[in-house]
DNA sequence: TTGAAAGCGCTAACAG
DNA sequence: CTGTTAGCGCTTTCAA
């Protein structure tokens, strides 16, 4: 038998609703919400003809209006950078598998390193009620969430610290981990070593550039201007300063790189090169291994999960006071870094 | 002044709705309603006062009463695989700049290759009402998905065509990306070529074995069975694969891999052996080009892209005819491929 | 220019 | 075991 012709110039996307469910059914509202939601109180019967009628309409719960009733979405929000970058995938994914095991969606966007962009994905994250939000900060001012947190919303920064706000923060220990690195290129003799990092205006870059600091003073070498470089992470930019450095009238004999991009745009500049660079990299690089590559490697998996792991308690109600967590990194001596002086 | 006391047993996460800041301006809802979403019909005087009580009461509209009232939701779902594989990141992010493009959220998930885990993920995004859907396929089955479909929600499937439905599909050229790269094996020497790729139920694995045959019997080559290995590409899995391969009775010259995930190991396993194999991989790798290994790229960027600008089309009402397009891949030559047979 | 009333689809609270 | 009523916070409609 032909279905009735449904009206037609309805909204598109029309559905039916518990109600159409219901009257189908022959039951009440009710009923139909207690069999979708698999509460008990319901007759194997009575259950069976709802089941069916759903099955007959093709109903499916409209969780827009579930959200609005309860209260909570079920779904928590991440900021990142740029979800083309390799650091974040596995960041995103440990974070999802965290929100899943807590039966939460994850909603992710990338702020392509804009604040502007980061304040504006983050707020619409906060219109759709997202019960928290994981950010890793783009901008260094994060004082338009603060009315967002008083409400509720719990946030949790990985990677970079909140700017001008108290916020649970999980890190790497950047500091830690290029003091160590920078040590590891002293131990093998050099003495003229140079540092390529992000923008000035990122946590990490200028931690960073401080473990490098620390590590020379500690080995009482001095630094030249010259050996410094903080900037965009675009391989024209770090080629640039690559070449300034290995090719300058102090030249290195060993490079420190800031972070994932700049160690593979340096890779690929001093491969063509005849005379030996040492290099070490912050943050691991697939095929690294293949490479001979020396890296000072953060986890970023256990970055995402700590910090979701974090967000969920806090959702749970954890009263503590804002905290920083700092993972450590584990130095990973592949070759580059043990190139000695040329 | 101080404010008044909130009632203290109130939900979690209690804000301030349109009601609350109509009745601080001492205006109508529907007046605060037209200052936040813009609309006109609002003396620039009653708006400073309803701004003014925004502000004040830190008010963020709640975006999932909108949606209930409005019917769209202006996000749109993507199902994927894992998005901790380097394939995925750049195509779920064309996706969400497209999307951003059209003013739309981006809702992503990892099926973890579960076929279950694919439906339990795109039913919940359908219970969130998104849009639209962009799916990856995990499973072979499509079917749960047509009640949505016929519902209204626009999808549009990647990388792998939908099972046993009629759907929109954005694909790589996988067979004939595979039979250009054993054709280029072939050209250099190799008779004994073997073929290691994925899951057998994933519609790209067959069609890059299917790329595979093709190129043999192109050039009137027979293809001992023992060349043939299709599983999961866990790297044990990949490793035994080659290693039976190469150290078998009829050793093979050369090796096409099947995917990323595939190549990388293989390279691994090979770069320990005394006799060179060829070697040439289906999709780039990132530092592919320092190792000199040849691949047939595609883009996953354009392919997220695709997906994402045709699904719009139909959200706009492309009345079109389920299509499937194809997307072309390109030889890189890097060293790997041009080994000649030892 | 402004606002009151209805209702989006669901769940909570309470009756039967 | 089942159904009715109210209302989540917003937009739509229509009247003032």
Same mark, same amino acid.
């Given at each position: 038998?032909?279905?009735?012709?449904?009206?037609?110039?309805?909204?598109?996307?029309?559905?039916?609703?518990?109600?159409?469910?219901?009257?189908?059914?022959?039951?009440?509202?009710?009923?139909?919400?207690?069999?979708?939601?698999?509460?008990?109180?319901?007759?194997?019967?009575?259950?069976?003809?709802?089941?069916?009628?759903?099955?007959?309409?093709?109903?499916?719960?409209?969780?827009?209006?579930?959200?609005?009733?309860?209260?909570?979405?079920?779904?928590?929000?991440?900021?990142?950078?740029?979800?083309?970058?390799?650091?974040?995938?596995?960041?995103?994914?440990?974070?999802?598998?965290?929100?899943?095991?807590?039966?939460?969606?994850?909603?992710?966007?990338?702020?392509?390193?804009?604040?502007?962009?980061?304040?504006?994905?983050?707020?619409?994250?906060?219109?759709?009620?997202?019960?928290?939000?994981?950010?890793?900060?783009?901008?260094?001012?994060?004082?338009?969430?603060?009315?967002?947190?008083?409400?509720?919303?719990?946030?949790?920064?990985?990677?970079?610290?909140?700017?001008?706000?108290?916020?649970?923060?999980?890190?790497?220990?950047?500091?830690?981990?290029?003091?160590?690195?920078?040590?590891?290129?002293?131990?093998?003799?050099?003495?003229?070593?140079?540092?390529?990092?992000?923008?000035?205006?990122?946590? *990490? !870059?200028? @931690? &960073? /550039?401080?473990?490098?600091?620390?590590?020379?003073?500690? #080995?009482?070498?001095? %630094?030249?201007?010259?050996?410094?470089?903080?900037?965009?992470?675009?391989?024209?930019?770090?080629?640039?300063?690559?070449?300034?450095?290995?090719?300058?009238?102090?030249?290195?004999?060993?490079?420190?790189?800031?972070?994932?991009?700049?160690?593979?745009?340096?890779?690929?500049?001093?491969?063509?090169?005849?005379?030996?660079?040492?290099?070490?990299?912050?943050?691991?690089?697939?095929?690294?291994?293949?490479?001979?590559?020396?890296?000072?490697?953060?986890?970023?998996?256990?970055?995402?999960? *700590? !910090?979701? @792991? &974090? /967000?969920?308690?806090?959702?749970?109600?954890?009263?503590? #006071?804002?905290?920083? %967590?700092?993972?450590?990194?584990?130095?990973?001596?592949?070759?580059?870094?043990?190139?000695?002086?040329?």
């Amino acid at each position: 038998m032909a279905e009735t012709t449904r009206h037609p110039d309805h909204r598109y996307g029309n559905r039916p609703t518990m109600k159409d469910v219901a009257s189908r059914a022959g039951v009440g509202l009710k009923t139909v919400s207690r069999v979708v939601n698999g509460e008990p109180g319901v007759t194997a019967d009575t259950e069976r003809r709802v089941q069916e009628a759903i099955e007959a309409l093709g109903f499916r719960r409209n969780d827009s209006a579930r959200v609005l009733r309860k209260g909570r979405t079920a779904s928590v929000g991440l900021v990142l950078e740029d979800l083309a970058d390799p650091f974040y995938g596995p960041l995103s994914r440990a974070v999802e598998e965290v929100a899943r095991a807590h039966g939460a969606l994850l909603i992710n966007g990338s702020s392509a390193e804009d604040p502007d962009r980061e304040r504006e994905l983050a707020l619409a994250l906060c219109a759709r009620r997202v019960d928290g939000l994981i950010v890793i900060p783009a901008g260094d001012d994060h004082r338009y969430l603060e009315p967002e947190m008083r409400a509720g919303v719990a946030t949790v920064f990985v990677d970079r610290p909140a700017g001008r706000i108290e916020a649970d923060a999980v890190l790497t220990d950047s500091f830690g981990g290029a003091r160590g690195g920078v040590a590891h290129l002293v131990a093998h003799g050099h003495r003229r070593i140079g540092f390529i990092g992000d923008q000035p205006r990122i946590h *990490t !870059a200028v @931690e &960073r /550039l401080r473990g490098y600091r620390a590590a020379m003073e500690d #080995a009482g070498l001095p %630094v030249d201007d010259a050996w410094v470089s903080l900037g965009s992470t675009d391989p024209g930019r770090v080629r640039d300063a690559v070449a300034a450095m290995v090719d300058g009238p102090q030249p290195v004999t060993a490079l420190f790189a800031g972070n994932n991009r700049v160690t593979v745009t340096a890779v690929r500049e001093l491969s063509g090169r005849a005379r030996p660079v040492a290099l070490v990299g912050f943050d691991d690089i697939e095929l690294a291994d293949l490479l001979g590559i020396t890296v000072v490697a953060q986890d970023a998996a256990a970055l995402g999960r *700590t !910090a979701a @792991e &974090r /967000l969920f308690r806090r959702l749970e109600g954890l009263p503590e #006071a804002p905290a920083r %967590v700092e993972l450590p990194t584990t130095l990973i001596a592949r070759g580059s870094g043990e190139v000695p002086p040329a």
